[in-house]
């Protein structure tokens, strides 16, 4: 580690245990015994949300939770997301776009199309009415007409 310590002084920073002649760890200029070491390594280490073993290497973090690589998903084609966009459902399960659309997308009332976001637009804008969706752009021509005919 670059430092020389007194005999008394090389200690664990949890434990104050001597470490000479034990295995030993040292994170972040702290140096830590091996009993030690494992304890603070369990307790900052993140577990998959999905697997549920502990992540070792790389994370993915998405809608609050972490992920293996592997274990980040679409949860019906089961296709890996990591660097592809993704949408969710009310229940934050994670779909990739093609199968959000199919399973999961609203389809308008009124013209019978999914209701889906605009082209490099990460959201979707939909009317709710009497628990039917329209487009917003449908709704209107539909609340125009009606209030046309009306009159």
Do not use: W
Request: glycine share 6%.
């Amino acid at each position: 580690m670059g430092q020389l310590y007194h005999d008394t002084c090389f200690t664990c920073c949890t434990c104050s245990e001597k470490l000479r002649g034990r295995s030993f760890y040292s994170v972040s200029g702290q140096v830590y015994c091996e009993e030690d070491f494992q304890r603070f390594r369990l307790s900052f280490t993140e577990r998959c949300d999905s697997c549920g073993f502990i992540i070792t290497d790389t994370v993915i973090q998405a809608v609050g939770k972490s992920f293996h690589p592997d274990c980040f998903h679409c949860v019906i084609c089961k296709h890996s997301l990591q660097g592809a966009l993704f949408s969710v459902d009310a229940e934050n399960q994670i779909y990739c776009i093609k199968d959000f659309q199919r399973s999961v997308a609203a389809v308008c009332n009124a013209c019978g199309m999914l209701i889906l976001p605009p082209e490099g637009c990460a959201e979707t804008v939909r009317v709710e009415s009497r628990n039917q969706s329209y487009h917003p752009e449908c709704f209107q021509f539909i609340y125009n007409q009606s209030a046309v005919n009306k009159s």
